[in-house]
């Protein structure tokens, strides 16, 4: 069934409102509870990695390659934790850090090094008046959040199909005081798209005002592929040399959604220059980070072709889920004017758009039903989507049958919605 409410006549459109009202009249009596608000893997996928555990035992040797793990030292990470990350972002591992469990922290630590001592002997950013970052919106609500949370100003960038749009982004970092930019470069969060090699050049040759401004190339999906051909990144620290080289990316990447969320291994790669500015930092911060932990990675996960054959094993748990909701889209939603979603290859979220004030009366909808969404507008600096449109649908964590019923429940409340908007829109 097509849902054109563009195209109804006003009375068929008033009694497609009456039947769509029903039916979801008819969900909320089902007394549904799912929550579908935040991308964290299922237990199936996060039981794939339980051999892990079983890595390091009272009896293991507890050094990698000449580096003690069980003591203090070798702060910048054991050599095969440095090989593994620098293998998954695609970067020499010489310009690797490996430190802590979580790439956020990581992300966090560069803006407090950046903001108290600053970059390069740079002015600390803390003693400026005014900082801006370029935020590619819609984007990950966390990396907003955080530079909300220094009080610097978050500029929203248009998201295009192909990555951040460009000829925005070159004109802004004319600006001094704009120091950064998110980005997420592969799967982008939440809208799945991998940023395509004329972008990345782009980014690469970026001539900003401020000699400290850096992108903060949050790698978080490099090997995270749903189907056997993955999107392909162009790696940015190559692209950096092809375009004459400058210091000019912090990269992020952590096992979080290859092992254990919370409990894996997180790392940055910067220039060696960067590199050895930021340690400064880090230095003070701790002796050394928990190397058992990169240990017991570096083990289960001894080389690229482990990793690619153990997200393999993620994308037989996470596709079906991708394909249930991109199915259910198309049956519920083909033909409702505005609406449009991604159809990502990897990652873990689908970005759905509605038409313009749609989104905040979707999920409220859906909730009344007993779906909760992320909220309307949590991809947006500020949580504050200027045209209320865009939703992020997270499919990882429900079971199949619950994310079906989901979607159903999604499909029916935006139908509604929709036709409601157009009704109005004829007022
Ligand atoms: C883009 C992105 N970066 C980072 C993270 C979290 O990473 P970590 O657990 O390493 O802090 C997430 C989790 O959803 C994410 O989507």
């Known amino acids: 069934m097509a849902w054109d409410f563009a195209s109804m006549g006003t009375a068929e459109l008033d009694a497609a ?51 003690d793990a069980a003591n203090y030292g ?15 972002m695609g970067c020499p591992e010489d310009q690797v850090v490996v430190a802590g469990a ?46 909300e949370h220094f009080g610097i100003e978050n500029i929203p960038v248009p998201m295009d199909d192909d990555g951040p749009r460009m000829d925005v982004i070159e004109e802004l970092v004319k600006d001094p005081a704009v120091k950064g930019m998110w980005a997420v470069p592969k799967y982008q969060n939440p809208t799945g798209i991998t940023f395509s ?45 092809d375009e004459g080289g400058r210091d000019l990316v912090f990269e992020f990447a952590s096992t979080s959604k290859i092992t254990f969320p919370g409990a894996g291994i997180a790392a940055v790669a910067a220039s060696p220059a ?57 049956e519920g939603l083909a033909g409702v004017e505005g609406c449009s979603w991604g159809n990502p290859r990897g990652g873990y979220f689908v970005s759905f758009r509605g038409p313009d004030g749609s989104a905040k009366a979707i999920v409220a909808l859906c909730r009344e039903v007993g779906v909760t969404l992320t909220p309307a507008g949590a991809t947006w600096p500020g949580g504050a989507d200027p045209r209320d449109r865009d939703l992020r649908i997270a499919p990882s964590y429900p079971t199949l049958e619950e994310l079906s019923q989901a979607i159903d429940v999604f499909c029916a409340c935006a ?11 004829r007022r």
């Open 274 to 330: 960067d590199l050895s500015d930021l340690e400064e930092t880090f230095a003070i911060e701790r002796v050394c980070s928990d190397k058992m932990n990169m240990l017991r990675h570096a083990r289960y996960l001894p080389d690229l072709a482990a990793v690619r054959a153990h997200m393999a094993r993620e994308a037989e748990v996470l596709r079906p889920r991708f394909e249930v909701v991109v199915e259910k889209l198309e």
């Open 74 to 88: 070798v702060p910048w990470g054991i050599p095969g934790a440095k090989r593994l990350m620098a293998d998954i």
């Open 197 to 241: 090699d004329d972008v990345v050049r782009r980014i690469a040759r970026l001539e900003p005002a401020a000699p400290d401004f850096r992108v903060f190339w949050d790698n978080a999906y490099a090997v995270h592929d749903l189907y056997e051909e993955g999107d392909e990144l162009l790696e940015i620290f190559g692209a950096i040399e």
């Open 17 to 67: 409102i009456k039947g769509l009202e029903a039916e979801v009249e008819g969900l909320k009596a089902k007394g549904i509870s799912l929550d579908m608000a935040r991308g964290k893997p299922s237990t199936g996928q996060v039981d794939l990695s339980r051999p892990l555990l079983d890595v390091l035992n009272a009896d293991s040797n507890l050094t990698d390659e000449g580096a």
């Open 102 to 147: 979580s790439s956020l922290n990581i992300q966090f630590d560069c803006l407090v090094h950046a903001w108290v001592r600053g970059i390069r002997g740079e002015a600390p950013w803390g003693s400026l008046a005014r900082v801006a970052f370029l935020c590619p919106s819609p984007g990950y609500d966390r990396h907003f959040a955080m530079t």
């Open 415 to 425: 139908r509604l919605v929709c036709a409601r908007l157009a009704r109005e829109g």
